[in-house]
């Protein structure tokens, strides 16, 4: 059976990595319809993540987050982008690797850092938009990434439709 039968395809990666992008752009080729869950939550609950994080922290940005991605891998095939977050936890992990094939987006630090530098909606960067911490964090999340991936593609110097091409060479085969 190759990817496109199963039901979901999943994008994970660090923030910054473009998960978001590539999400669309995929859609748009494969006819699926997309999901962007850190959206569908700003819109659900009528706040940006920052001020989630802020004014009713993380742990209930993570019950959401659990909440959303379990509702939506019930429902018909689709393309789903996460927040960099969502490997934190085992359930949601097994969830994925369950009902999906999960894509794994990869990029240097000093790409992440080039990509976030101006964007203050990340709360888990705050204070953090450096080589050294971004590179820290990577390092304590990168074995969760790994052990959910199915498909592992890094993004370094390439092009959206370049990302999009290899994607697809592999989920069809
Ligand atoms: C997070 C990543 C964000 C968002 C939240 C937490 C994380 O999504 O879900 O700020 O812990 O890595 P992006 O990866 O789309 O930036």
Redo the contacts with the bound molecule.
Sequence with gaps: MNSLQKQHLILIGF??TG??TVARQLSRQLELPFFEM?EMIVQEQGME?SNIFQEKGEAYFRDLETALLKKLLQEGKGILSC???IILRDENIQAMKKHSTVILLTAKPETILKRVQHNQS???LNGKKNIDDITKLMKEREERYHMTADILISTDGKSLSQICEEIADMITK
Excluded: A, L
Aim: no cysteine; proline share 8%; glycine share 34%.
């Design positions: 923030m910054g998960k978001s850190d993540i927040g960099g977050g990340r709360p888990v």
